[in-house]
């Protein structure tokens, strides 16, 4: 986009706490325009291209703030595109009038893309911007990058795992930008997480999974109930496997995921070439024709090879009043659900769609119909919580026999994470006892309820107080070589020692990086190492108030006495630091600490 020169953006970043802000953050400066905003909104090519979250918070702004208020704002707003992140966001002016935004990131080049966005999108609305916004196609064209790139990168259990991190002080680290791959904890006590599913998974037990034929294999070679089902090709298949395994039946691709192509309760040769249609989109060739198994729809989660909750899921249903058409039910029941998205465990919004007009038409029901008053209205025949199905914990009523299914099919799957999806009557009435069926393996149970739920996987993964972190020394002086004292005393600890200082990285003594990165990413490729087992790190107070700190903290900080350390730099260094040490020598300064590292982790 072409602008004039004042009003281009600087941006960089702290990619740690700093005297700045207490937080990494993308930072972008700016010139604050002299004219109040001339819109109250957004137009309508940005209205009808952001999600409806970003549009509602956005047009709640004061657009009589100050400007860098409202960038931060549409900063904020933006990088919540996909789901809330409780990011932290400070603004500030510089002493010639300045606008300055600190936005905090868990992924710094979609954070950068969004200030800079954000920014883009307040001068619009300060009338600052092109003439014609609408046909601004080049920032149209970043928006919808942006919406992209925060799909890939992050989904809801990603999003609460971080936060329950964020809560507990365990580090994490995109372990390829760009990725969902996550590493929570440092160097020897890092994990690798892909939503809920980690390293501990594996690749053997997930293609199992994925292919609902097999796991069902797999379940009943154990000796546990799975359901009777045959593979069709073709619509005719379907039928001739329908007939033959009696209706009513169940028709899904053989591979997909969040209830995608899934048609329950199918009672009719035509009903079958519909939702064979359906399922074939999704999977073609591939899709399954199976027999109901009826009970209530259960999710049992195994984490860290126990099982950690159950939960049951129950389609959407409605009440009728005697004086509401089904359409308006639906919509009071969506009102009601919008206000409880705050809430944990919240149902998603109801959609109509084919799915559920077939749903009612099965009750002699169509959209316009008034429902007599008591009237409980089915809406869909798919329980899944993607599609707007309710939740309730049962963990207490789940009997001993299914709790040890669930851990023996984890086992068996080679799985640390799984949700089972299990039918029966009765949860707390044993498999052996009733008709039932485990009619799927998942290894990304997901989260009905995210908060707990994420701090019951990093629990499984970090138990009690531990955060996996490594052993780890901040050296702040005049030359980095300093540090390099620290080096062999950790090593006759037999650590594996990791080096970082603005010019160089070793682990063990061998070299990383021939070309120059900043000393924060240095820092980061130790510890994204599983054989790193403590880290030195050294800096000088110029490296400080330009990068803010190279790791959001450290167990002990040494200052050499001959650098004459800025207040501010002290400060930070005392709040990011478990012990800062300037005078006593470095033997005797680190004995005590490495008797209290010696059992990090245990």
Same mark, same amino acid.
């Given at each position: ?153 992050? *989904?809801? +259990? ?5 936060? $329950?991190?964020? /809560?507990?002080?365990? &580090?994490?680290?995109? @372990?390829?930008? !760009? ?119 259960? *999710?049992? +989660? ?5 099982? $950690?909750?159950? /939960?049951?899921?129950? &389609?959407?249903?409605? @009440?009728?009043? !005697? ?280």
């Amino acid at each position: 986009m072409n602008r004039p020169t004042k009003f281009v953006l600087e941006m960089r970043t702290l990619p740690g706490p700093s005297v700045l802000v207490p937080f990494a953050a993308v930072v972008a400066e700016f010139a604050v325009p002299a004219t109040p905003a001339a819109s109250m909104g957004l137009t309508e090519t940005f209205r009808v291209l952001l999600p409806e979250t970003v549009v509602a918070r956005v047009q709640a702004l004061n657009w009589r703030a100050p400007f860098e208020t409202l960038v931060a704002a549409m900063a904020q707003a933006l990088q919540d595109w996909h789901g809330v992140n409780d990011l932290p966001c400070r603004t500030a002016r510089t002493p010639s009038g300045r606008g300055l935004v600190f936005l905090g990131y868990n992924f710094e080049q979609t954070a950068a893309l969004a200030l800079e966005l954000g920014y883009e999108l307040a001068l619009v609305a300060y009338a600052q911007g092109p003439e014609a916004a609408d046909a601004n196609s080049a920032l149209t064209a970043r928006l919808a990058q942006l919406g992209a790139m925060m799909m890939l990168q992050q *989904r809801d +259990a990603d999003r609460s795992l971080i936060r $329950a991190a964020r /809560v507990r002080g365990i &580090p994490f680290f995109p @372990v390829a930008p !760009g990725h969902r791959v996550l590493q929570y904890g440092q160097g020897k006590y890092g994990r690798h997480f892909i939503g809920t599913s980690n390293q501990c998974d594996s690749v053997t037990g997930a293609r199992l999974q994925y292919n609902k034929v097999f796991s069902n294999r797999l379940v009943r070679r154990l000796g546990f109930p799975g359901v009777e089902h045959g593979v069709a090709d073709i619509a005719d298949n379907a039928v001739r496997l329908a007939t033959h395994i009696g209706y009513p039946v169940v028709i899904k691709p053989i591979d997909s995921s969040e209830g995608r192509g899934v048609t329950a309760g199918i009672t009719s040769a035509e009903e079958v070439a519909v939702a064979f249609a359906k399922a074939n989109a999704v999977s073609p060739g591939r899709v399954i024709v199976e027999r109901l198994v009826h009970g209530d729809n259960f *999710r049992l +989660a195994v984490f860290g090879g126990r099982l $950690a909750y159950v /939960v049951l899921r129950s &389609p959407p249903r409605l @009440v009728g009043t !005697g004086e509401h058409t089904v359409a308006e039910l639906i919509g009071i029941e969506n009102q009601r659900r919008s206000e409880a998205q705050t809430d944990v465990g919240a149902p998603k919004k109801l959609t109509v769609d084919a799915d559920m007009l077939s749903t009612l038409q099965k009750q002699n029901l169509g959209l316009n119909d008034r429902v007599p008053t008591g009237q409980v209205v089915t809406l869909r025949t798919v329980t899944n919580v993607s599609s707007g199905s309710t939740t309730v914990v049962v963990t207490e009523r789940l009997h001993p026999d299914n709790r040890e299914m669930a851990e023996a099919i984890a086992r068996c799957f080679r799985l640390d994470t799984v949700g089972i999806d299990f039918l029966t009557p009765d949860i707390a009435k044993s498999w052996r006892t009733v008709p039932c069926a485990v009619i799927e393996v998942n290894s990304q149970p997901g989260f009905s309820f995210p908060d707990w739920q994420a701090r019951l996987v990093l629990e499984r993964a970090f138990p009690g107080t531990f955060t996996g972190r490594i052993p780890s020394v901040l050296v702040v002086s005049v030359e980095p070589l300093r540090a390099q004292e620290v080096l062999p005393i950790l090593q006759r600890q037999k650590l594996t020692v990791g080096f970082a200082e603005c010019a160089s990285a070793s682990l063990g003594g061998q070299p990383r990086f021939i070309q120059q990165v900043r000393l924060a990413d240095r820092v980061v490729a130790l510890l994204l190492d599983p054989a790193c087992e403590a880290l030195v790190v050294a800096c000088m107070q110029d490296d400080i108030l330009r990068e803010g700190l190279p790791l959001d903290r450290c167990d002990v900080c040494m200052i050499d006495p001959q650098v004459k350390l800025l207040e501010s730099v002290r400060t930070l260094l005392t709040q990011c630091s478990s012990r800062v040490i300037t005078d006593a020598p470095i033997e005797t300064a680190l004995a005590q600490w490495l008797a209290e590292a010696a059992n990090c982790g245990a």
